[in-house]
DNA sequence: AAAAAAAGTTGAACTTGTTCAACTCGGGAA
DNA sequence: TTCCCGAGTTGAACAAGTTCAACTTTTTTT
């Protein structure tokens, strides 16, 4: 099985492996969610998705660990990953999870090349797209419209992670719990409840008393 | 007192007065910020600014609110500007605020034109440099290289999203003022400690009790 | 300058959420 | 199969933050 993407991760060597089936139904996937931002053409969609590549990541498997530098931008196949950081107290707090068809990245590290302070971690076995930095550069370069693509895309973003500051300050523990079950019961069936407590911000033992108070 | 929809903007006609003097140096502030994010041609930068009309904001006017839809999307040459909703309980819950070299926006009603959650209003009298939706997308036609310019402020802004909730769910509500006035100090200190504390999340009181436990 | 309206302070009682420790349970590894 | 580890639960004591109400101070309006 060929080897095509080594991490370093701190103390762990990753080796990705390269699926042994053919995906290509799977490009559909991140075709669609390009058409959801922006419509283009049959060309268009197929010269942005040649340059992302599929790759297996095992279950507990790491993408990017704190302290090392983001190589690469990827769109989530298959599966389902925690994008994490660890704070000085030891609590892990969860930006987001992503699964299929999301978007999986450290902008920051990839954009400037500096050590990321996130880990993204598979919950599963998993299938993903990824670009590095120069291709992702050259695609920038070599289709226009990509720069629309992302500009939107990114806007897009912005907005949810706004609305989330909100609900953090407006909601109790408990409203945005349900809140979260409610806007995404695909990923949360996928999670433990230390994981969730994790996103929302509150220690698990607190999410248990919640869950029990509500029957 | 939490401020009731006395400002009823849906219906209210706020009358936006062009500046009386010359402001052609201000758009170096302009110039300035965009140089920051990408490095353009002083073409391309002039093709920008022409796009961006200035206008004067007087203390406390409104330039959007909760419920009418975002017609602009603002850049600050001077004054200062508060960003906040109204949630059920009454409080005013502050998004960010937007001193000179901020942009100002509501990019969720902007974008897809729909009513806002927002509110910005001005704390001081204020001059920003405003574009229409029309003109926002004929800037996008004429000059690509915006696009990569939105694209990459965009992601910017992202990071800085990022990890403002990270501070939330890691910090306490100490750290946090403490972590704010360092880094916003031109800012903060044209605020009420009551406006802080909508952007903090907590209670005017506790911020209260936050300085006196410091002294 | 006076009056009115906000902003800020303080204390007491209260709610929300944390921490620690002890326990149960189920699933994966040897 | 057994062992063990991590997830989940529960209770008690604690810390963080809210609410309300009364008060003082500062700012704005007239």
Redesign the interface.
Known sequence: MPLVFDFKLGFQYIALTRPTILITMSYDVLKQNIKKNLNLSTEELEGICKYYKPFDVKKKEFLLTQGSICKFEGFVLEGCFRIF?L???G?E?T?YFAAKDWWLMD??SF?NQTPS?LNIQALEDSKVLLINRRDKNAL?DSL?VV??L???M??????S??R???R???FTAKERYFHFLETYPDISSKLTDKQIAGYL?ISHEFLSKIKKSEK
């Open positions: 950081t704070d000085k107290k609590n707090n930006l902008i920051d954009m302070n920038y226009p720069e629309k992302f500009r939107i990114s806007q897009k973003a912005l907005v992670w706004q989330r500051l909100i953090n300050h407006c911000g």
